[in-house]
């Protein structure tokens, strides 16, 4: 499949090594295939030059029919730094540029199973019409709140294929714990549907629940009458803090009734330019969450420019929302170095949380209930 993107050069870029990213992607951001055409002096490009791009994108065997979506993000090679798009106000709106979705059909001739990318190769028919030629590694640790994702290969055999739930299970020496009910591709495409002789790759892609008791586990797969044992892993134990903490300095910020700010401290509000200093934000987790979000921490100068910041998920994105629970405090450490060319004045320190596919914000509301937009507006410094 090829892609065709015709670009309007605005300003030329100040890296030299600018290079789009095409992916294919699924709806819940799986990437299938990507494709990344090499650039060279795109330092040099000028404005009013139209830039021509083409990307070519395959669609792996197995993938089940539906909708897909192509997806393209620039990033700097020698930097690794992804850039951002920004809207028509201006704003930051995320690292990637959705081109639209696709409708894969099914093949109407099936490869044969060798042509899968199957690191543990087992056969095993699993009900009528149905066998799983194998699996993908598993992880071997996660975290309560994690993601844990795995794939299954299956092959439609002759046989009646009936519409029945795969299950996936966590036995322990004490206990099963259910993970998984559903039909395969994240529930969208049965086995009643699939062709004889089809290969199916089944993606899947479920978080841990937050609760869930660390331990060891072997995961096993049950279909019918059938259960096949996939490996083992292990759940982490999380230290959480749900006791209040000393606050010298309490707030009550409420972002998007998601995650609530307590507190603050800073090392210095009176700086020179290129000093470091250290924020520390102190969280409270308001309600669970599975939205990928990342803290923004930007110090805003007089002329409105960024002198610094910072962008990640919490501790130093080792801690993402989406594992917090409710009622947990979590400090939250950020050290910032002025830009060497901070020209002294008065200086705003902004925090708040966004979404980094779109750039789209949280809304804030303070103590009172009233909304105070996207951003708040934490202290100010003085740069001499």
């Known amino acids: 499949m090829s892609v065709f993107t015709e670009w309007g050069i605005l300003n030329p870029p100040t890296y030299g090594d600018l290079t789009p990213i095409f992916s294919l992607e699924t709806l819940a951001g799986d990437t299938l ?13 000028r404005a009013g030059e139209t830039l021509y791009q083409q990307g070519n994108l ?18 700097a090679r020698v930097e690794a730094q992804y ?61 309560p709140g994690e993601q844990f994702k795995f ?64 331990g060891d586990y072997d995961l096993h797969l049950r279909v019918g009458g059938a259960d096949v044992m996939l490996g083992n892993f292990s759940v982490l134990e999380l230290n959480r803090v749900f006791d209040t903490p000393a606050i010298e300095n309490p707030l009550d910020v409420d972002l998007g009734n998601i995650v609530g700010l307590k507190e603050y401290s800073i090392s210095t509000t009176t700086l020179t330019a290129g000093q470091t200093f250290d924020l520390t934000l102190l969280w409270q987790s308001l309600k669970q969450t599975d939205l990928p979000l990342t803290v923004f921490v930007h110090v805003v100068g007089p002329d409105g420019r960024n002198y610094a910041q910072a962008d990640m ?46 750039g ?17 507006l934490l202290t100010t410094l003085t740069v001499e």
Not at 33 to 40: I, N
Not at 155 to 165: C, N, S, V
Not at 326 to 354: K, N, S
């Open 83 to 143: 850039v951002g798009r920004i809207d028509a106000q201006g704003n930051f709106a995320g690292i990637a540029t959705d081109l639209g979705t696709v409708t894969i059909s099914r093949a109407t001739a099936f490869p044969t199973p060798d042509m899968l990318n199957t690191p543990h190769r087992e056969s095993h028919e699993m009900t009528s019409g149905v066998r799983l030629l194998g699996w993908s590694d598993i992880p071997a640790t996660v975290r």
């Open 58 to 75: 395959t669609v792996p065997p197995g993938t089940p029919p539906g909708e897909y979506r192509v997806v393209i993000h620039w990033v």
């Open 33 to 45: 295939s990507r494709d990344e055409p090499y650039t060279l002096y795109s330092n040099q490009w």
């Open 360 to 376: 789209q914000r949280l809304s804030i509301t303070d103590s009172t209930g009233q909304s105070v937009g996207d951003f708040w």
């Open 151 to 214: 794939d299954l290969f299956w092959q439609a055999i002759a046989g009646t294929r009936l519409d029945e739930p795969m299950t996936l299970v966590a036995v322990s020496q004490n206990n099963e714990l259910s993970l998984w009910l559903g039909n395969p591709a994240m529930n969208t495409y049965p086995f009643d549907q699939w062709a004889e002789g089809e290969l199916v790759t089944d993606r899947h892609r479920w978080s841990i629940p937050t609760d869930f008791p660390a």
């Open 313 to 358: 998920q919490p501790r130093q994105n080792t801690y993402p929302v989406a594992l917090w629970l409710p009622g947990e405090y979590i400090p939250d450490a950020y050290p910032l170095t002025l830009a060497a060319d901070a020209p002294p004045g008065q200086y705003e320190v902004r925090i708040g949380l966004y979404l980094q596919a779109n």
